[in-house]
């Protein structure tokens, strides 16, 4: 029954927000559908389709409400012909049919009029199904903050009017981006927990490639869904050697690559292939690749390094990502050696997007330390130390940084 309501969820929310133009109250009747099931579902056993019968409930049970509070109904109907009016809702597809109501909730919760945390925790919160409490956890904020912020957020799309469609063919362009962006830091924060004692929110990650499932399904068509979806498989297929068995961070060259996900990483493969075929290639089919080439390889040194430079270059001029720019020049270090890449991080010193990102002083630690220049490999682990967020990646920058300094007893980081 749990699997059935996170299944069926999102699509019954969306479908009665299209039928009713109200997130609030489409939320509500959910729950009470959900309470429903729960009561008739043991004794009468779940029905062949539940989807329909919560859908049918929940119908039920909104109409019930509206008839009793006739003054909302009518504010309601007002705002649902205003927001028609302002901006009516694309033709249907060629074959008479409509677009699946869930695309509607994908870009009305990432529509840019919403701040980029609302987007993302309303998209939490009515796609992926998590309570409030969950999506507090996920934030690592308290559940009363969360709850303001959701409230902030459907309080904007009532006041600004933002309708619950999905953008026309000309739109489409300039809205999906934002929309994959919301998917894509769902995941990161799955992969890579921004705080707390553990490494990896595997809740999360999976919630967003599931988010990404559903994108698929209704815009095969677009490339950069595909890519997207294979970035963040790839990625996913190694988590279970990312982490011991104390929960520590195991880096990419320490992972015992036995334990990756090969179905995963086929499946993976396949979409990289249609993300980067038909096309120039977008941000997120270019990442993908470059998981890819991580994949395949046997080991750390047999990996393609001067592809993934090729890669990253491409990528650079897609996006002119200080980050995207890090990341390129691990990788040219791994092709050309650690002057090679220190040389282009110093270049990066001034980034303002890369102070207080950690992974930038742990790669000056790691190259600083390939060359022998322990000292200074010992301040710039110091510096990931004080802005890493995870435990795990603070005890692994605390060997880091023990292996650096000199014996004795005043050398060592207290690790």
Not at 116 to 133: F, H, V
Not at 373 to 391: C, F, K, N
């Amino acid at each position: 029954m749990e699997a059935v309501f996170r299944e069926e969820r999102g699509r019954l929310l969306a479908s009665l927000v299209r039928r009713f133009g109200d997130l609030d109250l489409a939320e509500e009747v959910t729950s009470e559908a959900v309470e429903a099931a729960l009561v008739h579902w043991p004794v009468e056993g779940v029905p062949a389709r539940p989807g329909a019968w919560l859908l049918t409930t929940a119908r039920r049970k909104a109409v019930d409400r509206l008839r009793r509070d006739q003054a909302y109904a009518a504010r309601l109907a007002v705002l649902q012909v205003e927001a028609e009016r302002a901006d009516p809702a694309p033709p249907a597809d060629a074959d008479g049919g409509l677009p699946d109501e869930r695309l509607q909730m994908f870009f009305t919760c990432a529509h840019p009029a919403l701040a980029a945390e609302d987007r993302t925790a309303l998209t939490l919160r009515c796609l992926a199904g998590l309570t409030t409490p969950e999506v507090a956890r996920a934030f690592l904020v308290p559940p009363a903050t969360m709850a303001q912020r959701i409230v902030r957020a459907k309080r904007k799309i009532r006041e600004a009017r933002i309708p619950f469609r999905v953008p026309g063919a000309d739109e489409l362009p300039e809205r999906l981006p934002g929309v994959l962006q919301v998917v894509y830091s769902v995941f990161t924060e799955g992969y890579a927990a921004s705080s707390g004692p553990r490494l990896q929110r595997l809740d999360l990650a999976e919630e967003a490639i599931g988010l990404a499932r559903i994108l698929r399904r209704l815009l095969p068509a677009e490339r950069e869904v595909a890519g997207l979806l294979a970035l963040m498989l790839l990625i996913h297929a190694r988590r279970d050697a990312r982490t011991g068995p104390d929960g520590e961070l195991v880096l990419l060259d320490d992972q015992d690559r036995g334990r990756w996900d090969r179905s995963m990483i086929e499946e993976g493969q396949g979409l990289v292939v249609r993300a980067l075929t038909g096309g120039p290639p977008g941000p997120y089919g270019v990442q993908a690749a470059i998981a890819a080439l991580h994949d395949e390889a046997a080991d750390l040194d047999t990996t393609d390094w001067p592809q993934v430079v090729a890669l990253y270059d491409v990528l650079l001029a897609l996006t002119a990502s200080p980050v995207v720019a890090l990341n390129r020049a691990v990788a040219v270090a791994m092709r050309d050696g650690p002057q090679a890449g220190l040389t282009l991080l110093d270049d990066l010193a001034g980034e303002q997007q890369l102070r207080g990102h950690h992974p930038y002083p742990a790669a000056r630690g790691d190259l600083l330390h390939r060359l022998g220049r322990l000292p200074e490999a010992a301040a710039a682990y110091r510096e990931a130390l004080d802005l890493a967020g995870t435990e795990p990646e603070r005890a692994h920058l605390r060997r880091r940084l023990d292996a650096v300094l000199p014996p004795g007893p005043d050398g060592g980081s207290g690790s």
